[in-house]
């Protein structure tokens, strides 16, 4: 059972990026709660972050004063319901600097999002012999959508491998990026490296042939201002769960003049203009991609989350996280038999931490902290490809968010310098 007691030592929790911690920890009633005895230190939002209270509240809310289908009914409870649920589309639109509310297309998470693109906008334009080009760094899910696609159409897989300090490989950016290539699939933000990747450079490269940039900016979208316009891509997917929402909620974003033409990928009501024996017509966008009852609960609670996010500013959050991520990658290299993976310098990268102990396996390093109460997440990432690239099995990965500070960094460090000492090293 959560305890309300929090027994972190107490402190201001503001350090000089505007981001009060110990304000923010009180919305967040998970983050009382004791793990083994510990108070829990919550180091895996990369996986999913917690939720504040005004999340949980507008879900209750919903479902207790105005719960209804949407799009269909014309009764008092239907209007509200939709009213609702469009109004966080226009939220979303505005958070990501969207031109067009339309483009903003619900799905359950990033991974229906990069889905449909692969299959709805991959199976109608690319063909035998095209290029499909991906990162060495990507999360599985902007890995097999296209992996798939290329075997079905028996296309070309290539890949931008990565430095060693874990950042793209540009410098043979023409060879990989031909005329053959019609996509270009990269994470904004590396889920394992925390590498913020250049997507601007790769859309204008991406265009300059042709082919479209598909970005995934599932760990970029929480932790950093995003602008789809001015980051010039075609399309934008990540996951309302890492982001102070609901889970079951995803956005996949797309240029209108692209979504238009492109086919559905999932059919039934709500979806269609006119159906009959002969003829099946689609909707206008955004309906045409949202076929049957969407999350409307989880949506709604989505717009909580980017109320919280846009009070607190997407500017500081950005700046607490290099200041905790700096005080996160200085500590650790002090620490024997530490190494952390991916760039040192927190201004290139976000606040996913991964390490490797030199004696000791991730999964008992992650099994060991959360008998401190300290949550990390251990093993490939749903990154196989970069962890055989780094030629590593797996990693330890502390990831930082709004609610974490650099005491939890201390709590971290002392309780892996007390593992080495537990193990006899
Ligand atoms: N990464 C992690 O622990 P979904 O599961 O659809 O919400 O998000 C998938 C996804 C896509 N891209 C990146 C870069 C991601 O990090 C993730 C999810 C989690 O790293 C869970 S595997």
Redesign the pocket.
Known sequence: MPTKTDKRTTGSGRNDTGIDTNAVRADFPILTREINGHPLVYLDS??SSQKPKAVINSIVDYYENYHSNVHRGLHTLAEKATNAYENVRGRTAQFIGAPHVEEVIFTR????SINAIASAWGDDNVGEGDEIVITEME?H??FVPWYALAKRKNAILKKISITTDGQLDLSNLSEIITERTKVVAV?H???VLGTINPIKELAQAAHKVGAILVA?G??AVPHMPVNVSELGVDFYAF?S??MLGPTGV?VLWGKKEILEKMQPFLYGGEMIREVSFEKVTWADLPNKFEAGTPNIADVIGFEAALDYLENLGMDNIRRHEIDVTTYAIEQLSKLKGITIQGPHDATMRGGAISFTDADIHPHDISTFLDSKGIAV?AGH??AQPLMRAMNIIATARASFYIYNDRKDVDTLCNALTQMRSYFGL
């Open positions: 990369a996986a998470g990033a991974t229906e999360h899910a902007n994470s933000m590396s889920n995934d599932a760990q996951s769960h890492k995803g997440r990432h749903c």
